[in-house]
Each structure stands twice: as C-alpha cells, then as structure tokens.
C-alpha cells in the first residue's frame, strides 16, 4: 500500500477468481481492503482512465475512485468525459438513465458503452426461463442480496435514503463525511464482482440484448433538437446472433409527446391502463414523472413491438 493510501479511508472489494462457486455468496472479510481516493483534480485519476484506448483496463481492484464533482466541477468532469464516452471501456452501472441524464445535462457527456446490472439481471431471468412482471425492476440492494450474484445486506443503504429524504442536499455538503464516503463507495464496489457473474451467465444473444438496451437506455432521458445524432453508434447485431435461426429484430428508442393533460388519460386510474399496454405489448415503457421529462413517454425495445406500444399510447390520448 503507498504512503498517501495510509490515511486514505478503506473498503473491502471482492474480485471474482476462476475458483469461485458460481453459487457462493461474497463473504466482506476476505475480499480485499483497498484505498478509498476522493478525486478533485484530475491529476489525481489514473492515467489509464484520462487517456482510454483499446488496451485501456479500468477495473482497479486495488483502489476505488470517487470523483468529487462538487469540489472538482467542470473541469474535472471534462477530464473524466473520454473515458465516460469511450467505446473501449465498459461502464458498469446498475440503472443507468438518471445517472446519463445528469452527465449529458449537466456536463455535455454522453454516457457509452453501458453495461446495465439491471438490465442484465432482468435479460438473465428471461434467458433462464423465469417469468417477469412489467414493473418489475430489480433495485441494486435486491441485486445484492441476491446469493446467485452477491449475497450481501445493504442495509447502510436505506440511511443514506431517509436522510436525503429529509434533507435533499445531503451530497451537496463538505468535507464528506465518512457516511458519505463509504455509502458513495458501497454503491460501486461490488459492481465488478456481480459484472463478472453476469457475464458468466449471458449466452451471446442475452449479451448483445444488454449492450443494445444499455445503449439505449443511456439515450432515454437525454432529449434534444439534434434527436440523438450527435451520439456515438448504436452498436449493430453480431453476425453469429440468431433468434430461432435468424437475426434478432432491430431494438429502438421512441419518444412520445403526450399533449397536456393527457398523461392521467395514458396512465389510467392507479396505472391500470400503462400496465395494460405494457402486458401487451414486449417493450419497455417508461414515464419521466415527477424527476421529468414529465410530457413524453419512452418506448425501447423491438421495432414493431415499440410500434404496437406507442400505437396503443396514441389510442388513449384520443379523445372520447
């Protein structure tokens, strides 16, 4: 450990070895300790993140990294935004659309190559052969639990909730507290453990279904005059990806512009009528609420059943 890592805080990772139980749960006392570095200048961020490349690693095992945006504020995000938008380092997040809504709004950076825990988690049970409601979205402290992917209580988790409750700037303070510290750490440090999982688990469809998805969920909220033509490429269907002996449907995003004071009308009393349309239809159907974009609804998922969705969206705002 070097010398500055001494008074650094710590935080036990778990990196998955050829030796572990598909099965086995993470047990914290024997997974690493490591630093905790809290980043306000880019000189402190390893090179390998500023300057990616297609023999970039960025998984750091030996270190986690928060970077502090209120101390660091623009200047460090710019240096972050290569690494952020690189088509050569994967991105682990578990729900990525809020977290790629901030970055492109707040900083002009356009969150690529995503891979989704919770996506993944959701596209795994479908391979599996497990059924799932439409609103039935896993949260990271369920995927955590979860002993074919972790194992681990984040009960520290539900604190930091009730606080920010009561006081929405509760990240908005300085210096951070270690509550601040290890909660910001807890969010990321099993999130190499479960990616290693996933990726044991997902055949070659399943995978190209969660880097599509991430893709276009990273694209969800970000709306703009230039209509997503200033993002990187969606990435295209393998050759070797069949679907019952042919290529997979193209996967899209649509957004729809709901008049006003049609929403209640496309929502229906206690949701029955969005769930209606997302029962059935196999298309993801997502409101922006009360965090906004409170006027449209986002549809991702094959063309023509993207289609069948919005068609039936469009029914409802009809008047009677």
Same mark, same amino acid.
């Given at each position: 450990?070097?010398?500055?890592?001494?008074?650094?805080?710590?935080?036990?990772?778990?990196?998955?070895?050829?030796?572990?139980?598909?099965?086995?749960?993470?047990?914290?006392?024997?997974?690493?300790?490591?630093?905790?570095?809290?980043?306000?200048?880019?000189?402190?961020?390893?090179?390998?993140?500023?300057?990616?490349?297609?023999?970039? +690693?960025?998984?750091?095992?030996?270190?986690?990294?928060?970077?502090?945006?209120?101390?660091?504020? $623009?200047?460090?995000?710019?240096?972050?935004?290569?690494?952020?938008?690189?088509?050569?380092?994967? $991105?682990?997040?578990?729900?990525?659309?809020?977290?790629?809504?901030?970055?492109?709004?707040?900083?002009?950076?356009?969150?690529?190559?995503?891979?989704?825990? +919770?996506?993944?988690?959701?596209?795994?049970?479908? +391979?599996?052969?497990?059924?799932?409601?439409?609103?039935?979205?896993?949260?990271?402290?369920?995927?955590?639990?979860?002993? %074919?992917?972790?194992?681990?209580?984040?009960?520290?988790?539900?604190?930091?909730?009730?606080?920010? =409750?009561?006081?929405?700037?509760?990240?908005?303070? =300085?210096?951070?507290?270690?509550?601040?510290?290890?909660?910001?750490?807890?969010?990321? %440090?099993?999130?190499?453990?479960?990616?290693?999982?996933?990726?044991?688990?997902?055949?070659?469809?399943?995978?190209?279904?969660?880097?599509? %998805?991430?893709?276009?969920?990273?694209?969800?909220?970000? @709306?703009?005059?230039?209509?997503?033509?200033?993002?990187?490429?969606?990435?295209?269907?393998?050759?070797?990806?069949?679907?019952?002996?042919?290529?997979?449907?193209?996967?899209?995003?649509?957004?729809?512009?709901?008049?006003?004071?049609?929403?209640?009308?496309?929502?229906?009393? $206690?949701?029955?009528?969005?769930?209606?349309?997302?029962?059935?239809?196999?298309?993801? @159907?997502?409101?922006?609420?009360?965090?906004?974009?409170?006027?449209?609804?986002?549809?991702?998922?094959?063309?023509?059943?993207?289609?069948?969705?919005?068609?039936?969206?469009?029914?409802?705002?009809?008047? @009677?």
């Amino acid at each position: 450990m070097a010398e500055d890592d001494i008074h650094s805080p710590l935080a036990r990772v778990p990196v998955p070895s050829p030796d572990d139980d598909p099965g086995g749960e993470v047990v914290d006392q024997e997974a690493s300790l490591v630093p905790i570095h809290i980043i306000t200048n880019a000189s402190e961020l390893p090179v390998e993140f500023l300057e990616p490349s297609p023999q970039s +690693q960025l998984a750091f095992p030996n270190a986690i990294y928060l970077v502090d945006v209120i101390e660091g504020g $623009k200047v460090l995000m710019e240096a972050c935004k290569p690494a952020l938008e690189s088509s050569y380092v994967t $991105k682990v997040i578990h729900d990525c659309k809020r977290d790629s809504e901030a970055l492109y709004f707040q900083f002009g950076i356009k969150l690529n190559n995503v891979m989704d825990t +919770q996506i993944a988690y959701s596209i795994i049970e479908e +391979q599996e052969g497990r059924a799932r409601s439409p609103d039935d979205y896993i949260s990271f402290v369920g995927l955590l639990a979860d002993p %074919r992917y972790c194992g681990v209580s984040y009960l520290e988790k539900e604190e930091v909730r009730v606080l920010l =409750r009561q006081d929405p700037k509760f990240w908005t303070y =300085r210096p951070l507290s270690d509550l601040m510290i290890h909660a910001a750490a807890d969010d990321v %440090r099993f999130l190499l453990y479960v990616y290693h999982k996933m990726i044991e688990k997902l055949n070659t469809l399943s995978l190209w279904h969660v880097t599509i %998805r991430g893709a276009l969920y990273c694209r969800c909220f970000c @709306i703009s005059d230039r209509d997503f033509a200033d993002w990187p490429a969606l990435p295209p269907i393998p050759d070797d990806v069949l679907l019952d002996g042919e290529a997979p449907e193209e996967e899209i995003l649509s957004v729809l512009d709901v008049p006003r004071g049609k929403m209640g009308r496309v929502i229906g009393k $206690k949701g029955a009528s969005i769930l209606s349309i997302k029962e059935s239809c196999n298309a993801e @159907i997502l409101i922006g609420g009360s965090k906004g974009p409170p006027d449209k609804v986002f549809l991702i998922g094959p063309v023509k059943q993207v289609r069948k969705a919005a068609a039936m969206i469009r029914g409802r705002m009809l008047d @009677i």
